[in-house]
């Protein structure tokens, strides 16, 4: 079982553009959550998407956006990058229904915006 | 609101204990963790706590939850050089979203 796999696991975007930065969930996991972590700080929630369906959003503009595949894979697309978005982008997948004891985090999606 | 709040840096000698303390402010959090986050690495859970729990004892690790103060800590007993990382406290109701805080840098002195 290779867990969480995250790709690609870095990205230089230049501002403006759009970017696209997929997540494999751990076998047996039907939910995936995304985090945006910039540089010295802790992870803060996106969203998190379960039955292919946005479930919570966290406190982000609607440039990011994402959406889950029947094989409960899962993609966060930012549009209009600006440069406050570089950071460690992470996935973490888990049981809907169960805990966050059980979630899985991939090792994070490093993205630099110029 | 939801916000936990951590110190940033602690320093320690090699052999003495750990602790790492943090206050959260969401009194309907169910689960309080800990995650470890090495250079160039994801987060790994290190251990959590059940809301109803004072204490939790892992090997090396003891958390404790003082729930009227909304104050949870980790201690690492016999501290190596292989704990240096950045640890963060996170709290969450259920399968909810995580909350984080900023992370403290455990620097280990030898």
């Known amino acids: 079982d290779a867990g969480v796999t995250q790709s690609p696991t870095h990205l230089i975007k230049t501002r403006g553009q759009q970017v696209t930065l997929r997540c494999s969930p751990k076998s047996g996991h039907d939910t995936v959550s995304w985090y945006q972590q910039a540089l010295g700080q802790g992870p803060q929630f996106i969203f998190q998407y379960y039955e292919e369906e946005e479930r919570q959003r966290g406190n982000f503009p609607d440039r990011f956006s994402g959406h889950q595949f029947p094989n409960y894979s899962s993609e966060l697309n930012v549009n209009a990058l600006l440069l406050g978005d570089s950071a460690l982008y992470l996935c973490?997948?888990?049981?809907?229904?169960?805990?966050?004891?059980?979630?899985?985090f991939g090792q994070g999606t490093r993205l630099t915006v110029v | 609101g939801e916000d936990v709040e951590q110190s940033l840096f602690l320093s320690v000698r090699e052999g003495d204990s750990s602790v790492i303390n943090c206050t959260y402010t969401d009194s309907s959090s169910t689960y309080l963790y800990w995650y470890k986050q090495e250079p160039g690495a994801g987060l790994q859970l290190l251990t959590y706590?059940?809301?109803?729990?004072d204490m939790k004892q892992d090997q090396r690790l003891t958390v404790l939850l003082n729930k009227k103060d909304k104050h949870l800590s980790l201690r690492i007993a016999d501290t190596q050089t292989g704990d240096s990382a950045i640890y963060f406290c996170?709290?969450?109701?259920?399968?909810?979203?995580?909350?984080f805080g900023k992370g403290t840098r455990l620097h280990i002195l030898p």
């Open positions: 706590i059940f809301s109803n729990m």
């Open positions: 996170a709290e969450s109701r259920g399968d909810d979203k995580i909350i």
């Open positions: 973490a997948s888990l049981v809907q229904g169960g805990s966050n004891t059980e979630a899985f």
